[in-house]
């Protein structure tokens, strides 16, 4: 080490820098409401009953988890995307702000990346993990990609999230950027809940299998997003109500996809059953 007196990550105070928690405006905390108890919310709990009600096959483990990946797959990218444009936008008003302040976003990439924890070096990506969890079941990358175990709303959704992120104006893609955040451990919890119910028949060997690593670290990380996210919306509109109502208009925009997401999904895996259930009553 070239400066034995310096700690990578320790030798700063931070207390001195205003970036650790802040004032969040009553109309901004009100995102969160907005994604709570949006009807998306209810459609999903619908189809973690359906998902808990009994054992899922290979096939149909296969589009869950294809469906899912496409926007699995599609955030990371879309978070660097959105740090980097905040970046810019900044960077002409305030130059030396600019970064300091685009990390609120950036974080969340951070773990995506598996960049959290450099002190021992590179951890899997979440999308690494994500095709681990896949290989348990015998579902390979390739199977994931294949859009015959893909719901079409799924790549809707996987298109309007690189736009949001991508394109949209920047509170809106910040509005979406919360709600994806906020939503994250409700699906992947819903998913946990479930292999785990069924833990010994898909031959998973504890609650916390390394198999299901990508469900539990998403456990862990996602509410810190969340909240990096609102510091970010409170950051760019201070509160204003004409630009929290436009992340509102982004938060709307996720839900909206996420609800017809599982919607599609349900329907696709349990179709039939709901289809015999209503014929018996
Ligand atoms: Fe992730
Ligand atoms: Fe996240």
């Known amino acids: ?6 700690e990578r990550g320790k030798s700063i105070d931070n207390s001195q820098y205003a970036h650790v928690s802040m004032p969040i405006s009553d109309n901004i905390v009100a995102l969160k409401d907005a994604v709570f108890s949006h009807p998306a919310v ?12 009994r054992l899922l096959t290979r096939d149909e483990i296969r589009v869950l988890l294809a469906s899912e990946g496409m926007f699995v797959l599609e955030v990371p990218p879309g ?15 305030e130059p030396f702000a600019a970064t300091g302040r685009a990390s609120r976003i950036l974080f969340a990439a951070v773990d995506e990346y598996g960049l959290n924890d450099m002190e021992h070096g590179l951890l899997p990506s979440h999308h690494q993990l994500y095709v681990d969890m896949a290989a348990h079941w015998n579902i390979t990358a390739k199977d994931l990609l294949d859009d015959r175990n893909i719901v079409p709303t799924a790549k809707e959704f996987a298109g309007t999230i690189g736009d949001y992120y991508r394109k949209r104006p ?12 906020a939503t ?17 028949q898909y031959g998973l060997k504890a609650q916390n299998d390394p198999h299901l690593n990508f469900l539990l670290v998403h456990d862990d990380v996602e509410v810190s997003h969340r909240e990096m996210g609102v510091e970010a919306v409170q950051l760019y509109t201070n509160g204003d109500p004409k630009l929290v ?12 996809c996420y609800g017809r997401f599982f919607t599609q999904l349900n329907d696709r895996i349990f179709g039939q059953q709901d289809t015999r259930a209503r014929a018996r009553a």
């Open 184 to 200: 994250a451990p409700l699906d992947f919890g819903v998913f946990l809940a479930t292999f785990r119910e069924y833990r010994e």
């Open 170 to 181: 920047i509170v809106e893609a910040l509005g979406f950027h919360v709600a994806n955040e």
């Open 42 to 53: 209810g459609i999903l709990k619908k189809f973690e009953e359906n998902l808990k009600s």
């Open 1 to 6: 080490m070239s400066n034995p007196s310096y």
């Open 245 to 256: 109502s436009q992340a509102r208009r982004g938060v709307f925009a996720y839900m909206e």
């Open 79 to 93: 978070i660097v995307a959105l740090a980097s444009r905040m970046t810019d936008e900044w960077f002409k008003k």
